[in-house]
């Protein structure tokens, strides 16, 4: 099999019947098509961010491309193999990590929960031993294996969940939300971590995130989904371009001094020597810091992010896309 065709689709729908009580014998029926007519591939060895509004159909997706929900049109497949068809089968070669919910057992030691998904993953004794230490290792998560889940933290069970999801050696990794509700600290050891596994194990990645800097750190390629179909499909910078994005860079001068110039820079905002300056988020900021940093009395500074869902807007927008709910026809029925 090709490379580029590792995970395909090919004019993929999922429409959901949702059936709502609205009086004694009435009720509404809504078709609400979550991915609509959804094509793309993922090459082998891809870190793909997969990112989009709230109800966009990114869950949706991953669902179908683990076999949990069957389409309703149109082709998947990962490794060859139909997902909804033969779950099993993939399940050997898949991970996934849902940052929201844990597949560990949560009154049970983490080492247990390993234990036990050795036993039910029928996982290759030396392959586990090996996958288990180089995760405890690279996660750090040695002095957690004797802890029970509840009483880990948030960061510290994300971690555990990870090296769950990696214990049987999967080809790909679905993770949503990695880091969620994670400290600065914790987030960047992940990120690290996944940048490792990839370059060593050459493990494909689908990352769906609300997190801009996950996909900077770890993604070459971005795709938008928005009404279940897909927006944009490239590099974070094309995806900056089309919605002409904006960073910001916070800079902290000795004293208080005259707006800064540093075109196309602009200052936005003032406040005594701490000024504000936005830039074109598709634009390196070392640059334009140097020539600052050349020219000005400087203390220190920052770089502010523009957050996911501001981006996504602008290029939904700069497309003629205004954000509305996802396609869904009512009907009313009387049951
Ligand atoms: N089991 C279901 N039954 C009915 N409708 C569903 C079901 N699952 C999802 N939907 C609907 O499908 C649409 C897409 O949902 P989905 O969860 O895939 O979006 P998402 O992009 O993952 O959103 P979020 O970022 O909020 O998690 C939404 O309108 C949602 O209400």
């Not at 690279?138 to 933290?153: H, N």
């Not at 800097?213 to 795709?223: A, F, H, P, S, T």
């Not at 860079?249 to 936005?278: C, M, N, T």
Request: with cysteine; glycine share 8%.
């Amino acid at each position: 099999m090709p490379d580029g065709d590792f995970i395909t689709l090919d004019r993929v729908e999922k429409v959901f019947d949702v059936r709502r009580k609205t009086g004694f014998l009435r009720s509404e029926r809504r078709r609400v098509r979550a991915v609509d007519s959804l094509s793309f591939t993922v090459a082998r060895g891809e870190m793909v961010g997969y990112i989009g509004p709230n109800g966009a159909g990114k869950s949706t997706t991953i669902k179908m491309l683990t076999g949990i929900l069957t389409p309703s049109g149109g082709r998947l497949r990962v490794a060859g193999i139909d997902p909804s068809r033969e779950r099993t089968r993939l399940a050997a070669r898949i991970g996934v990590v849902f940052g929201q919910r844990t597949t560990l057992w949560w009154d049970l030691p983490l080492i247990d929960s390993y234990r036990l998904m050795h036993r039910m993953y029928r996982i290759p004794d030396g392959r586990y031993r090996e996958n288990l230490d180089r995760c405890v290792e690279l996660l750090e998560l040695g002095d957690l294996l004797d802890v029970p889940v509840r009483q880990l933290s948030l960061g510290q069970r994300m971690r555990g969940d990870i090296a769950a999801a990696l214990l049987h050696d999967p080809e790909v990794l679905y993770l949503d939300e990695p880091t969620i509700g994670l400290d600065v600290i914790s987030k960047a050891r992940v990120r690290e971590f996944l940048r490792e596994l990839n370059a060593e194990r050459g493990t494909t990645v689908l990352l769906t995130t609300h997190d801009l800097q996950d996909i900077e750190q770890l993604c070459g390629r971005v795709m938008v989904i928005d009404h279940g179909r897909l927006m944009y499909d490239g590099p974070l910078a094309g995806l900056h371009e089309v919605g002409d994005s904006e960073r910001t860079l916070v800079v902290d001068l000795a004293r208080e001094l005259p707006p800064i110039e540093a075109a196309p820079a602009r200052v936005v905002k003032v406040e005594g020597p701490r000024q504000w300056l936005a830039f074109p988020a598709s634009e390196s900021a070392a640059p334009l810091v140097a020539r600052i940093a050349a020219a000005y009395p400087l203390v220190d500074l920052s770089v502010r992010e523009p957050d996911i869902e501001a981006v996504i807007a602008k290029m939904l927008q700069s497309m003629g896309d205004t954000p509305q709910p996802p396609p869904e026809q009512a009907e009313h029925v009387v049951s």
